[in-house]
Every structure is written in structure tokens, then in C-alpha cells.
């Protein structure tokens, strides 16, 4: 286990805590499928006391994960530990992950604690997570800004307790590499039983540092390390784990470590990530965003064909990005169609089978080539998104240069049918209007922005706007090949969104941080 780095993925726990990023529990069902297929060791699922969705979502995945150990996180309170242990209990490698402040900047502001206290509360907090369960983790959080002798302390009453695994959170992004390594040596070196623990950590990206600073941790003996797909999280986000393992693998031979991770994945689980939550990689991201791989870009396509490692260090097709994907169309059959959902990690049933082939043949009708990307969308919209309370039934525009704009919608509306007509400046805020007025939302449209989910004129359109209403925000997705249809889906998704965050109030962000 030495050489072995263990990857802790908080995408949905801390990925979560990206504005606009909630998921539902289907789609959190579906992500988490995702990630054991990736290889990650530890799926960190949510936070069980944080609300009832949060809850059920922590207690679906540790019914369904299988190799994977299911982690669900709690503050020291006995109640939260309690929500933890119900909802991972059922997992078949359950832990509990439980945290406290140790920064005297915390202390002091935050839990109006002494630092005595905070020992005592450890000890009792570990302790009775240990009465539950044998995997207990135990995280100092802002462990970078606390007295390091301090930290030591609290370790040490950890591990005696019963903790299996310690972690150096960097809560507030604002540790560099040289220091944080540094840190981590001083709590090997000065914390007595520290090599009955797997020693961790968890690096936010507020300098843009978070992979560097893993990597640190790595280098100074850290054996677990917490990250999370596409680096999502909260403000900047958290370590990537595409980064960080895309490091190790690629230069393992100076860095000597390993991880379980099943490099091919990688695309898939980012892709999937970005269709679920809305939030995009950015072109230019390291390993995963568009630009990444030099040949993709069409830079330095003399240098490659004459030899490939001139400007590539990696290859596309070690994180799954493969160039002659299996491309379905009009002509493929039922079994290609459920043989190609089961590739991508779909276990449907044949009702949900029926209604996804049957939407399959009407775009294929529209389109020559549906690409993995369509039949995600395809799931997303017909599977993933159905526990909701708004869903467009009938859509019709009327615009040019002449008629006015007007937009008439059909939709269910809590399962009871209703429709209306409005007007607007153009077909897609007429159909916005009308959509609104049905609802009655107060939400605010922060953003709008439509792209294209393939290549190609005839590729569908994918639209993504920002909603918000009293200090919650969501995005919501919508996929088409005609984009007003799309941008109607995707408003009535950032809507079915709010209403979830709205019935699963969170916790503030100074009670959940991490
Ligand atoms: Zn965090």
C-alpha cells in the first residue's frame, strides 16, 4: 500500500458545493456508478446531516456501491454522526469521515471553543464513530492555518480514539507547495503514532495551487488524497483528480507512487460530470478541456506526425478520448442501442429502455449520427431529471420578421396539466414569459448560454442558464436540435433545480465548509 495513493473523490460531497451544481439522487446514483467504474477508492457521497435530500442520496449510493468504500461526512455532534452512520450504513465498506476546526482563527470566531475542547470533542466524536464503524477518518479543517504543534495534538487524540485516516485540509485555498509540504513532514515527524493512520490531504484552488499542493502532500509521504472531477467545487474548486492522477501516471518514474484509477475512464467521468451539473470545463483545462491535447487543436500537427512525444506527454487515448467512437445512427437497432447505454454504465429497466428507444429513433430521424454525447443527454433528460415537478409537455413558437414573437406551452405543473400563451422580444424570451407566468417563479436569469454538444450543423443544441431566487442559485440544462425547445428544457430544469434546493434547505457555508 506505500507506493499506492488512495483517491478519496468528493465530487459529490464537495463538487457538490459548487454554486448552481446540486444533483439530484438519480444523478448522484448515476455519478457515483461512474466513479467506481473509474477506480476511485473511497467515494465520498455527501453529508448526511446537511439535509433529508443529502440523506437519501448518501443512503442510495452505499445500497449500490459495491467496491468502493462509501464515506458520509458529520460534524463532531453525536446527531450527525448518528445521520452519517444511517445513511452509509448499508454500504459494503462504510466510513465515517468527521471534522472539526482546529486554526485558532476558528476557534475563536467560528465555535467559540478553547483549544482543550476541541481535543475532547475529537476524542468523543472519533470515538463514537469508531463504536459504529471500523473506517473513521478524522479532518482538521483550515489544518493550514492552525499552530502546527496544535495540529499535532489533536492528530495524536485522533488516532488514539480510533481514526484510520487524518486529514490536512488546505479549507481556504491559501497554502503553496514548498510550505505545505513542509507542513505535512512536521506532522509526520512530531505526531507519535501517526503510522497507524493513513495520513491525507484535501487542497481548495483559491491560488490556483490545489493539484500542486496534493502533489506536495504526495511527495512528503500523504497517502490519500481528496479530489474531486473537473476540480469542481466550492468558489475555485478543489483539486482535480484527472490533474493529480494524470501527474502521477505521467511521471511515475520520478514520482514513484500509483494510484488504482483506470486512466480511460477519465473522460467519460468528466464529461458525465459536466453534463449533470452545467458546469463547463474550461477550453483550455489541463487533461480534460478541449485544447488539451495538441492534435485536438490542430497545433503542431507537423511536429506530431513526425514524432508524437515532440509536444505530447500524454496520449488522448490513455484518459478515454478516443477518436473513431462508435457512432450510432437511424439504422441501429435495439440491441446496438442498449449494448451502447450498457458500455457507457446504463443498468435500465425495459420500461425505461422502451421510452429512451423510442426518443432515440425520433432524433435519429432528425439526425444522421448520434454521438455518446446525444445519448447522455438523452438519459439525462428522459431518466436522470424525471423526480420533477415541472415538465414540458408541447412547445409551439411563432416568430419572423413580421408576427409578433408568441410562445404556447403545454406542461405539467405538480402532475396536473396546464397551458398558456405569451408574448416576448423574440421566440425564446416569449417562451421564457410564458413559462414563468405558468410557474409564477421570482426567479432571476442570471445567464444564457447555448452551445453545440457535437460537431457538425446538425448537432444538437445545448442550453444552460443560471437561475436565481432568494439567495439560491441553480443551472439548468436543456438539449434539443432546436434550440428554442432546448432553452425551454433547460429553464424548466433550473426551475425543477431551485424547487429542490428550496425543499432541502442547506447547511450555511461556514457550518458545511471542508
Ligand atoms: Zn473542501
Known amino acids: 500500500m506505500k507506493d499506492q495513493v488512495i483517491i478519496f473523490d468528493t465530487t459529490l460531497r464537495d463538487g457538490e458545493q459548487s454554486p448552481g451544481a446540486s444533483m439530484n439522487v438519480a444523478e448522484k446514483l448515476r455519478l457515483a456508478t461512474q466513479l467506481e467504474k473509474l477506480g476511485v477508492d473511497v467515494i465520498e457521497a455527501g453529508f448526511p446531516a446537511a439535509s433529508p435530500g443529502d440523506f437519501e442520496a448518501v443512503e442510495a449510493v452505499s445500497a449500490k456501491i459495491k467496491r468502493a468504500r462509501v464515506a458520509g461526512l458529520a460534524r463532531t455532534a453525536r446527531g450527525d454522526i448518528e445521520k452519517a452512520w444511517g445513511a452509509v450504513q448499508k454500504a459494503a465498506r462504510p466510513r465515517i469521515h468527521t471534522f472539526i476546526a482546529t486554526s485558532d482563527f476558528h476557534l475563536e470566531h467560528k465555535l467559540k471553543m478553547t483549544r482543550d475542547q476541541v481535543v475532547e470533542t475529537t476524542i468523543e466524536a472519533v470515538r463514537y464513530a469508531k463504536s459504529l464503524t471500523d473506517d473513521v477518518e478524522f479532518s482538521a479543517e483550515d489544518a493550514s492555518r492552525s499552530d502546527r504543534d496544535y495540529l499535532c495534538r489533536v492528530f495524536e487524540a485522533a488516532i488514539t480514539a480510533g ?11 491559501y497554502a503553496v507547495p514548498d510550505e505545505f509540504g513542509e507542513l505535512v513532514r512536521y506532522v509526520r515527524d512530531h505526531t507519535p ?3 497507524q493512520a493513513v495520513l491525507s490531504v484535501h487542497c481548495h484552488n483559491d491560488l490556483g495551487l490545489a493539484t500542486a499542493n496534493t502533489l506536495a502532500g504526495v511527495r512528503a ?21 484527472e490533474e493529480l492522477v494524470m501527474s502521477l501516471h505521467t511521471r511515475r518514474s ?3 507512487v500509483s494510484t488504482g484509477i483506470n486512466t480511460r475512464e477519465i473522460y467519460p467521468a468528466s464529461r458525465l460530470v459536466s453534463m449533470i451539473t452545467g458546469i463547463m470545463v474550461q477550453p483550455n483545462k489541463a487533461i480534460v478541456g478541449a485544447n ?15 514524432h508524437k512525444m515532440t509536444y505530447e506527454i500524454m496520449e488522448p487515448e490513455t484518459i478515454g478520448l478516443e477518436a473513431n467512437r462508435l457512432i450510432l445512427g437511424k439504422h441501429s437497432g435495439r440491441h446496438a442501442f442498449r449494448q451502447r447505454l450498457a458500455d457507457l454504465g446504463y443498468e435500465l429497466s425495459k420500461e425505461e429502455l422502451d421510452r429512451l428507444f423510442a426518443r432515440f429513433k425520433e432524433l435519429a430521424d432528425k439526425r444522421k449520427e448520434l454521438h455518446d454525447e446525444d445519448i447522455e443527454a438523452l438519459v439525462a433528460e428522459e431518466i436522470l431529471r424525471i423526480p420533477d415537478i415541472y415538465r414540458l409537455l408541447y412547445l409551439n413558437v411563432v416568430s419572423g420578421t413580421v408576427a409578433v414573437p408568441t410562445a404556447t406551452v403545454k406542461m405539467t405543473i405538480e402532475g396536473r396539466e396546464d397551458q398558456g400563451a405569451g408574448f416576448g422580444v423574440g421566440p425564446i424570451d416569449a417562451t421564457f414569459n410564458t413559462i414563468a407566468k405558468m410557474t409564477g417563479t421570482r426567479s432571476k436569469m442570471l445567464r444564457f448560454t447555448v452551445s453545440a454538444i457535437t460537431g457538425g450543423m446538425d448537432a444538437q443544441g445545448e442550453v444552460i442558464v443560471r437561475l436565481r431566487e432568494n439567495g439560491l442559485v441553480a443551472l439548468g440544462k436543456g438539449t434539443d436540435t432546436d434550440i428554442i425547445t432546448a432553452s425551454a428544457k433547460a429553464y424548466i430544469n433550473g426551475l425543477n433545480r431551485l424547487h429542490y434546493l428550496r425543499a432541502n434547505p442547506a447547511l450555511t457555508a461556514q457550518e458545511r465548509s471542508l
Not at 481514526?163 to 485555498?173: F, L, M, R
Not at 509521504?221 to 483528480?241: D, F, H
Not at 488539451?292 to 513526425?306: N, R, S, V
Open 221 to 241: 509521504g500523504v497517502r490519500q488524497a481528496e479530489v474531486t472531477i473537473n476540480g469542481i467545487g466550492e468558489r475555485a474548486g478543489n483539486t482535480s483528480l
Open 254 to 256: 520520478l514520482l514513484g
Open 163 to 173: 481514526a484510520t485516516t487524518v486529514n490536512i485540509p488546505d479549507t481556504v485555498g
Open 193 to 195: 503514532n501517526i503510522h
Open 292 to 306: 488539451a491535447f495538441a492534435h485536438e487543436a490542430g497545433i503542431h500537427q507537423d511536429g506530431i506526425l513526425k
